[in-house]
């Protein structure tokens, strides 16, 4: 019997006793956490390492770094035998775009849009002439590129060595014809599971380990062996799934072999990131913007709203809006992961909030894809810089037909003995006060929403928007978007390595061999929020 077969067997015996254990009524004890000697003075920081996994960017580092690294959250894997059809995770593409009713949904969200934007009066009192796309499609469409270079300068990633995986932005330069299934392991914030090839929960799992490995290895330069000396703090969407929030739990001490974890929501996260004790977050990712109320470090489940769409749906939207005006780069495709970057790229250099901005204008951009000359194209776009953004607050614009677009957190059965459960915090939460507190700090984070004027616009609507009889209770609205000239990207990360240095931190981490001896027991007992 080898070493770890009678672990498992001991393991089995384990369960058994506390299975009988459990029927008699007896419950496990579950000690404090034991921090070892060595550490007992402070915990240092930089022995933390902080993880921020995003739907498209993977943001990693140690706690005492000023900033994170920020990686594509993509591997490619090499095909096990010759001849296998290629498998690619989309990117910009979604399932429900191509229904019949897409087309008509589409057009009716545009129409509220455009109602929105004719209603809303420019800074000097004037309505905003609306532009038709016909004004520049007969410009765009005689439009030629200008060959910069009869070299683009950029180039495939290297495979003539044959590895078996490839990870980040190397992952996005493999060349389509070489051998390589493209994953993104987590998609609208959840891990990414799917009956396509690598879609099961374990392929998934093992997508994420190589990709955490491997960024810890290159760009924190830490030995994996060396993990064990170092404990993580992993942030995690407010509304989650248990049961993948453990297994993450378990890959990361059990398997990456870091020596303890300390897992926390991003909402609250972005609280301590941006220093302030109670705010409504507003996220908006690449995939999924989440909406949520954290007053004093705790997360109110019955707040928790999750959208299932974000930036990626914005730059597809962008990419149709162009269309429409003659867009002249006609070989862009949504499945090349190439021309995504690209969309991306227009959509985060050409698209604002601005009211006051409007008619026709001249802009340009570049294409340098590998084995292709560089390509310098003109164009003109009017009000389809203004539109796409405003698709996230009319969110039919994007024409997505029959797909779940809304999460809420199911609020949990109260708990006999816990006097504090969640009934006792919802009696006490709702007041005028934290309305107020809710209304006057709106803090915006992520990288989907970091539009010229974003600030303004939202206050505006909300403002608006907002029931009269509230209106008497709220004394001021206020949205933050850069808080002390923060990237609102790095905010949630940010407030994971702030986490590190509380000392009220101490309490939560979850050390490898209590989790051996306890499981999602020890979650219960140390999550900071309501597991």
């Known amino acids: 019997m080898t070493q770890a077969e009678k672990g498992e067997a001991e393991n089995g015996k384990d369960k058994e006793r ?99 934007i004719w209603s809303k009066k420019m800074s000097n009192g004037a309505r905003r002439i609306p532009v038709s796309p016909d004004q520049a499609r007969s410009y765009n469409r005689q439009m030629r590129p200008a060959i910069l270079d009869h070299s683009s300068g950029a180039k495939w990633t290297n495979t003539s060595n044959h590895p078996e995986f490839l990870v980040g932005e190397e992952a996005l330069y493999v060349n389509p014809l070489d051998s390589y299934n493209i994953h993104w392991p987590i998609r609208r914030g959840q891990l990414n599971l799917h009956p396509g ?94 909406v949520c109320c954290v007053e004093d470090g705790v997360s109110h489940r019955n707040t928790r709203l999750c959208l299932a769409y974000g930036g990626s749906d914005v730059s597809r939207c962008f990419y149709w809006l162009m269309q429409r005006a003659g867009f002249p780069y006609r070989d862009c495709q949504l499945t090349n992961k190439l021309d995504c970057l690209l969309l991306q790229h227009l959509k985060e250099t050409f698209c604002h909030l601005d009211q006051d901005i409007s008619g026709l204008q001249d802009h340009e951009f570049q294409i340098r894809h590998p084995d292709s000359p560089a390509l310098l194209y003109q164009f003109r776009l009017g009000d389809e810089k203004l539109q796409a953004p405003m698709a996230l607050f009319y969110p039919a614009t994007f024409g997505i037909v029959g797909q779940k677009m809304t999460t809420l957190q199911h609020r949990s059965q109260g708990d006999p003995e816990d006097p504090h459960d969640e ?109």
């Open 423 to 531: 009934h006792y915090l919802v009696a006490t939460q709702t007041s005028d006060d934290t309305k107020k507190k809710m209304y006057s700090s709106i803090l915006v984070v992520g990288g989907g929403l970091m539009f010229h004027k974003a600030q303004e616009f939202l206050q505006h609507r909300i403002l608006n928007k907002m029931p009269p009889s509230f209106r008497r209770v709220v004394e001021n609205v206020e949205v933050i978007t850069r808080p002390k000239d923060m990237d609102p990207r790095l905010i949630a990360w940010k407030g994971g390595a702030v986490l590190a240095c509380l000392d009220t931190t101490q309490e939560l981490w979850i050390y490898q061999r209590e989790w051996q001896r306890f499981g999602v027991r020890m979650l219960r007992e140390r999550a900071a929020f309501v597991w």
């Open 18 to 116: 506390d299975r009988e254990r459990e029927q008699r009524g007896v419950k496990r004890p579950i000690v404090p956490a034991a921090v070892p000697e060595s550490l007992q003075e402070q915990i240092q920081s930089n022995f933390i390492v902080v993880i921020h996994p995003g739907s498209t960017t993977l943001r990693l580092g140690r706690a005492t770094d000023t900033l994170p690294v920020g990686i594509p959250h993509v591997i490619a894997r090499r095909h096990k035998q010759q001849g296998q059809a290629t498998y690619r995770d989309s990117w910009l593409l979604r399932d429900g775009l191509n229904k019949p009713e897409s087309t008509e949904q589409r057009q009716n969200g545009l129409k509220m849009v455009d109602q929105a």
């Open 197 to 290: 090839p690598g879609g099961s929960l374990t392929a998934v799992l093992a997508d994420l380990e190589v990709i955490w490995s491997h960024a810890i290895q290159k760009y924190l330069e830490i030995p994996l062996k060396d993990l064990k000396y170092y404990r993580c703090i992993l942030l995690i969407p407010d509304i989650y799934n248990k049961q993948h929030v453990k297994e993450l739990v378990n890959m990361i001490l059990m398997k990456m072999g870091f020596s303890g974890i300390v897992v926390h929501q991003e909402s609250v996260c972005a609280t301590f990131g941006s220093g302030l004790s109670s705010a409504c977050i507003v996220d908006v990712g690449d995939q999924k913007t989440s």
